[in-house]
């Protein structure tokens, strides 16, 4: 007997879904597109001449309105504030990718291990990652962020441990479900090792979830980075970084000087928005019981 491993459906079973969720999840592809090939081209744009230096300010700042020579205007400090948009994708995609990946690799195996072997092991791992769950994620970050420091990989590790259980609890209770099924146990009475049926027949079988986990969790981080910035814990001074520039934008807004909040704000939502719509549509594609019939 062989597992069923969990395949995604293809453009004919596609056919079958609702339009609405395909479109939402197109939509958000497409709008996370966007912010990729910005953080991807951001150097080669700046060194063709297209950006100009976020880390340089003008001479004189005079924190201009949006013009053709400055499109979403300059901020009070002189800096061009549609280079530090486009640089600050670069800087949260670089945190966002780190953090949940890193997360995963931490709680993927932490779960099947806990679930597949039970015992004082899985009781201790309960009880530690409930602990961290009961936690709010931003508290959780912002204390971590005091202790790690400024930087990509400090956020990275700082944002990371606040989604690990998550994956642990949803990796651990689909293992305790499918440990049980014929097929692992037909796999163990011909001798299997306890490292192939994890690798061989529960993996494919206990991360179905973990894709949209992921698009989730890398939405709550945008949020929770933005966070960090705004509280001067997340990357290191003057690096582009829409939450500290919201934070530096909002003396400015008493004055008139809207454009320097507007476009980072509406950066970092559209980013959310969009990795947000990307996992609802693929919960609607992996979750059964979100199916149409």
Known sequence: MTATQFRFPGLRQLARY????????????????????????APAMQSWGWLQDPLEGLANPIHDPPSATHWFGTSRQ????????????QAALQVVVLATMLSLVIGVPL???????????????????????????????????FVVGKGVWNAAIALSIAYVPQYYRVVRNHTVSVKTELFIEAARSMGASTWRVLTRYLFFNVIQSV???????????????????????????ETPEWGRDLQQALDALPTGIWWTALFPGLALTL???????????????????????
Do not use: C, H, W
Request: charged share 10%; aromatic share 8%.
């Open 18 to 41: 609702p339009k609405l969720s395909i479109q939402m999840m197109a939509v958000g592809a497409a709008m996370t597109l966007l912010f990729v090939l910005a953080a991807l081209l």
């Open 78 to 89: 002189g800096y061009d504030v549609f280079s530090r948009t486009i640089f600050g994708s």
């Open 111 to 145: 779960g099947m291990v806990s679930g597949y072997g039970g015992g004082r092991l899985d009781r201790l791992l309960l009880f530690l990652m409930d602990t961290i769950y009961t936690l709010p994620g931003l508290l959780l970050s912002v204390t971590l962020a």
């Open 211 to 237: 894709p949209v986990l992921f698009t989730l969790n890398a939405a709550d981080a945008v949020l929770v980075l933005g966070g960090l910035g705004f509280l001067g814990l997340g990357l290191a001074d």
């Open 271 to 293: 980013l959310v928005v969009g990795l947000s719509l990307v996992g609802e549509g693929l919960n609607e594609l992996i979750n059964p019981l979100s199916r149409e019939e």
